[in-house]
């Protein structure tokens, strides 16, 4: 079955400094993986993913996640946090091997970028 | 191009009430999802249909039945609202395997 933990409900970040969201996740075979934001009384918009080759992929908003295997984590980065960075971050994760294009999502976790 | 569509955007039942949650999507998505979002808890899947015609059980089916329209639209209906059914819900569509999903504005559903 998969699964996703996102360990860390909160984040606080000064502006400018950078910024990292970790997730971890557990599939049985090669996962597809995601990150969306969702800012106050919004629906989730879609950050970026990871499918196959670079580990390293870039996305929205100067945002960038690292798929590391044997860690089974991909986390979201950014170099230099703005104040409208926060948000409500969610990793996701889906099994291709599972015959069907569900997401799983994490429980999120809340950015914070402090002037 | 609206993307994905919902209506309504709040909702009050009184337990025991009925209504129907509508999505559309203009993406020409072949699959499409309902999610529950709840504080603390993420997003869990209520039901999806991975094609017209098709739909299937999620994470958190019961107490909700869903409808495939047609390609760009999918309803979800509370038979008999409850109040463990208070929460947010989004309708999704996707293209398939592998690509992302996109998500509607929700819907914020209380029930007393």
């Known amino acids: 079955a998969q699964s996703v933990a996102q360990p860390e409900d909160q984040v606080n970040v000064a502006e400018g400094n950078p910024l990292t969201v970790k997730c971890t996740y557990s599939?049985?075979?090669?996962?597809?993986l995601f990150w969306y934001v969702q800012y106050p009384n919004r629906g989730l918009q879609f950050l970026l993913k990871y499918i196959t080759g670079d580990n390293l992929v870039k996305g929205s908003y100067g945002f960038e996640a690292e798929f590391n295997k044997s860690q089974t984590s991909f986390h979201l980065k950014k170099p230099s946090a703005l104040v409208s960075d926060s948000a409500l971050y969610f990793c996701a994760v889906s099994d291709p091997e599972a015959g069907a294009n569900n997401l799983f999502f994490g429980t999120g976790t809340r950015l914070t970028v402090i002037p | 191009n609206a993307g994905v569509t919902q209506t309504p955007k709040f909702q009050v039942l009184k337990t025991g009430q009925s209504m129907t949650l509508q999505c559309a999507q203009d993406?020409?998505?072949?699959?499409m999802y309902w999610y529950r979002q709840d504080p603390g808890m993420g997003l869990r899947l209520i039901y999806y249909?991975?094609?017209?015609?098709?739909?299937d059980k999620g994470e958190v089916p019961n107490g909700y039945n869903v409808s495939r329209l047609n390609k760009r639209e999918f309803s979800l209906r509370l038979e008999s609202a409850a109040p463990s059914q208070t929460s947010v819900y989004f309708c999704?569509?996707?293209?398939?395997?592998?690509?992302?999903?996109?998500f509607g504005p929700g819907t914020r559903l209380t029930v007393t």
């Open positions: 599939v049985s075979g090669n996962p597809y």
């Open positions: 999704a569509s996707s293209g398939g395997r592998g690509y992302e999903q996109y």
């Open positions: 249909s991975a094609s017209e015609g098709t739909t």
């Open positions: 993406m020409n998505h072949n699959s």
